[in-house]
């Protein structure tokens, strides 16, 4: 059973920056495709950024393109996202999620396996 486990995430001022973890484990979690996403109170879950195994080329949502950079070390299983000049419009619970494909895709509904989220709250 794969498990994924978030680290950072907490409270920031509007520009600053944030830096968040993410530590897979168990049978299975092997050349899997990773996300992260997140979902901001009565608003649905929204795509933030994606990384194939062996780190081919990340995919960004529209909303933090330039701002956020997604990275992955397969040697110790984690995924990071750090978030630059960060607003309130970032405030949300982040997820990590994993797929049993290589190769990621946008849609939420492509993941398998989910972190338990990790709140992220930019004060204006």
């Known amino acids: 059973q794969v498990q994924l486990v978030e680290f950072g995430g907490g409270l920031v001022e509007t520009g600053g920056s944030l830096s968040l973890s993410c530590v897979g484990t168990?049978?299975?979690?092997?050349?899997?495709?990773m996300a992260w996403f997140r979902q901001a109170p009565g608003k649905e879950r929204e795509f933030v950024a994606a990384?194939?195994?062996?780190?081919?080329?990340?995919y960004y949502g529209k909303a933090v393109e330039g701002r956020f950079t997604v990275s992955r070390n397969d040697l110790k299983n984690t995924l990071s996202l750090v978030m630059n000049n960060l607003e309130p419009e970032d405030t949300a619970v982040y997820y990590c999620?994993?797929?049993?494909?290589?190769?990621?895709?946008?849609?939420?509904?492509?993941?398998?396996?989910w972190g338990q989220g990790t709140q992220v709250t930019v004060s204006s």
């Open positions: 999620a994993a797929r049993t494909e290589e190769m990621v895709v946008r849609p939420s509904t492509s993941y398998n396996y």
């Open positions: 168990g049978r299975g979690f092997n050349r899997n495709g």
């Open positions: 990384i194939s195994w062996m780190n081919i080329t990340p």
